[in-house]
C-alpha cells in the first residue's frame, strides 16, 4: 500500500479521496521539517502547505518518495533544486486560488481607499466627527498598477477596470512581447514606470532569490503621497523595514499584507506599530471553497504520480523525467 504524509491536515474531501484510492495517509504532528523528516522514510508522496519548508535533509531522507505535493501555487518552501536532482515531480495547485486571492486583493483595494481601517477605529473611540474630516476616495479613474501579470493579476485587473473603472497598468518580466495586442491594458518597461503615478500597486509575481527585496525604498519613493501598496503574493518580495520607514514618514498613504518575510511574524515587527496598514494572516487563498480545491488538487497530483499517469500541474515538468 502507497504511503501518504501530510504535514499538516487538508480538507476532508481530498483525504477521502485519496483514501478511496487505496493509499495509507499519515499526518505528521507538527508541520515543521524536522518533524517532518522523522516520518518521511518510507512515505511515497508527500502533501504540503505553507507552514512546512521541506528541505533538501527531508527530501533526500524520503528513499521511496515520488512525488511532491503543495496546496497552492507557490512553490517556495520547497527545496525545488532536491526535488529536481531526486526526478521527483513536484506538483502545485496554480488554478484553485485564483479567484480567492484575486478577491482578497480587491478587498484589500476597496479597504484602504475607503480607509475603512482609520474610520472603524474612530467610531469605536467615539470620533464620529472623522467623517468630517479624513475622507476616502472613489475608484473610477484611478490608477492600479501590479506587478506580475499571471492568472491572478488579470483577474484583479479585470474585476477592478470593468467594476470600478480604473485604468490598469501592469509589469512583467515574463511574458511574451505580443502580450499588449491581447489586453486593453497598459504594459510599462521597468518597475519604477510601474511604480510612478500608480494609486494603487498590488504583487502577484511569485518569490524567487531574484526577487527578495525587489521592493525597497527606491521603488516606494516613487509612489505618490497618496498611494497605497497591496500584496497578497509573498513575503520577502517587499522590504519591510522600508516599508515600515514610508508608511511612518507619509511616502505612501498606507499598505495592506496578506503575507510577510516571517510567518507568523514576530510580536515585536515594526508593521503592527504602523496605524496606516492592514494585516491578515495568509490567508487570501483560504476561503472555504479554494482550500477544498487547493486540497483536491494536490491529491490528484499525488493520485496520477502514484498511479503512473502525468499530473495536469508539475512545477519542476521541464526539469526531470515524467
Known amino acids: 500500500m502507497k504511503k501518504v504524509l501530510l504535514s499538516q491536515e487538508i480538507h476532508k474531501d481530498a483525504i477521502t479521496f485519496l483514501r478511496e484510492k487505496g493509499f495509507e495517509l499519515f499526518t505528521a504532528p507538527s508541520p515543521e521539517d524536522e518533524v517532518v523528516r522523522k516520518y518521511v522514510a518510507d512515505t511515497d508522496a508527500i502533501i504540503v502547505r505553507t507552514a512546512t519548508k521541506l528541505s533538501r535533509d527531508t527530501i533526500f531522507a524520503a ?25 521527483i515531480p513536484v506538483c502545485n495547485t496554480p488554478e484553485a486560488n485564483i479567484d480567492s486571492v484575486a478577491e482578497h486583493a480587491v478587498a484589500f483595494i476597496l479597504a484602504l481607499s475607503k480607509y475603512l481601517f482609520k474610520m472603524d477605529a474612530a467610531v469605536r473611540s467615539n470620533n464620529f466627527a472623522i467623517r468630517n474630516s479624513y475622507l476616502p476616495m472613489d475608484l473610477e479613474g484611478k490608477i492600479l498598477g501590479l506587478l506580475g501579470f499571471g492568472k491572478i493579476g488579470r483577474k484583479v485587473a479585470g474585476i ?8 490598469i497598468k501592469f509589469f512583467d518580466l515574463y511574458l511574451g512581447n505580443d502580450i499588449k495586442e491581447n489586453f486593453p491594458f497598459e504594459r510599462v518597461d521597468t518597475i519604477y514606470e510601474l511604480f510612478t503615478g500608480s494609486d494603487f500597486v498590488s504583487i502577484h509575481i511569485p518569490f524567487t532569490k531574484e526577487d527578495y527585496h525587489i521592493i525597497g525604498i527606491e521603488c516606494l519613493k516613487k509612489m505618490k503621497a497618496g498611494a497605497f501598496l497591496v500584496n497578497t503574493s509573498r513575503g520577502g518580495i517587499i522590504d519591510e523595514a522600508a516599508l515600515v520607514k514610508s508608511l511612518n514618514s507619509g511616502t ?22 504602523a496605524e496606516n496598514i492592514i494585516l491578515t494572516p495568509h490567508s487570501a487563498a483560504l476561503t472555504k471553497e479554494s482550500s477544498r480545491r487547493m486540497a483536491i488538487h494536490a491529491a490528484q497530483g499525488v493520485a496520477d504520480v502514484l498511479e503512473g499517469k502525468t499530473p495536469k500541474w508539475v512545477f519542476n515538468r521541464d526539469k526531470i523525467n515524467i
Open 63 to 87: 528513499k521511496q518518495l515520488k512525488v511532491i505535493a503543495r496546496t497552492g501555487a507557490g512553490v517556495d518552501n520547497v527545496d525545488i533544486a532536491a526535488a529536481t536532482e531526486k526526478n
Open 160 to 167: 477592478c477596470s470593468s467594476s470600478f473603472g480604473m485604468k
Open 252 to 273: 505612501i498613504a498606507g499598505a495592506a499584507l496578506d503575507v510577510f518575510e516571517d510567518e507568523p511574524p514576530k510580536p515585536d515587527n515594526p508593521l503592527f506599530k
